[in-house]
């Protein structure tokens, strides 16, 4: 079982550039969420999804777009980068009904 | 809106003595749940210990327990006989029972372990 598969674990962008980070889980978990991580300031929701076809905007969405076409698979996309998005990244899953939460294992971008 | 507060960005304890970590947290709900997750260095973030706040007993997993006051709105974790792997930074999360989509986490506590 491989959980929670988040890719790339490093990326690099310039300013204005555009990119998907993958994340996918094999465990049919119907909840699956984005959250960013910045020192001094914890980890902050952008986006979760509780199933197919289905997303909706956490703490801080701006600058992120999310789809959930498949119960595996919720990618974020950054349309067009910033310095400020510069940060750790982390997808998480959990079955619905259960409260804990299988992380990924992060990915560190940074933004030129 | 909940929130949740760690006031120790960091602390350190001797390695094999005893470290308890503050949580404080805002609600106007009555049924929620509590959480401590720790990520070491590795990055990996590992849930630690849950406490639903209808349950009046603290949780306990191992070396680890929490004192939670539900009056007070107070939820500590304490690490008994801290191990170097210890070391980490732990994360205070809150969840409602009734929204089950947002788990809202505090800032974070860096423990260090002295040997």
């Known amino acids: 079982n491989a959980g929670v598969t988040q890719t790339p674990k490093f990326q690099v962008l310039k300013t204005g550039q555009s990119m998907t980070l993958q994340c996918a889980q094999d465990?049919?978990?119907?909840?699956m969420s984005w959250y960013r991580q910045d020192p001094g300031m914890g980890l902050r929701l952008i986006h979760y999804?509780?199933?197919?076809?289905?997303?909706d905007q956490g703490e801080v969405p701006n600058g992120y777009n999310v789809s959930r076409s498949t119960t595996e698979d919720f990618p974020l996309r950054l349309l067009s980068a910033a310095p400020s998005q510069t940060s750790v990244y982390f997808c998480?899953?959990?079955?619905?009904?259960?409260?804990?939460?299988?992380f990924g294992s992060g990915t560190q971008l940074s933004v030129l | 809106a909940q929130t949740v507060t760690q006031s120790q960005p960091e602390m350190s304890v001797q390695e094999a003595e005893t470290v308890t970590l503050s949580c404080t947290y805002d609600?106007?709900?009555?049924?929620?749940?509590l959480f401590w997750y720790k990520q070491p260095p590795s990055r990996q973030m590992i849930l630690v210990i849950r406490?639903?706040?209808?349950?009046?007993q603290n949780a306990t997993e191992n070396r680890f327990s929490v004192n939670f006051q539900k009056a007070a709105k107070s939820f500590s974790l304490k690490i008994s006989d801290s191990q170097l792997g210890d070391a980490a930074m732990y994360f205070c999360?809150?969840?409602?029972?009734?929204?089950?989509?947002?788990?809202?986490f505090g800032k974070g506590t860096r423990l260090h372990i002295l040997p």
């Open positions: 406490q639903e706040a209808y349950k009046q």
């Open positions: 609600t106007s709900e009555s049924d929620y749940y």
């Open positions: 998480a899953s959990r079955p619905t009904g259960n409260e804990k939460l299988f």
């Open positions: 999804s509780v199933g197919a076809g289905i997303t």
């Open positions: 999360a809150y969840r409602s029972a009734w929204a089950e989509d947002k788990i809202i």
């Open positions: 465990m049919n978990h119907e909840y």
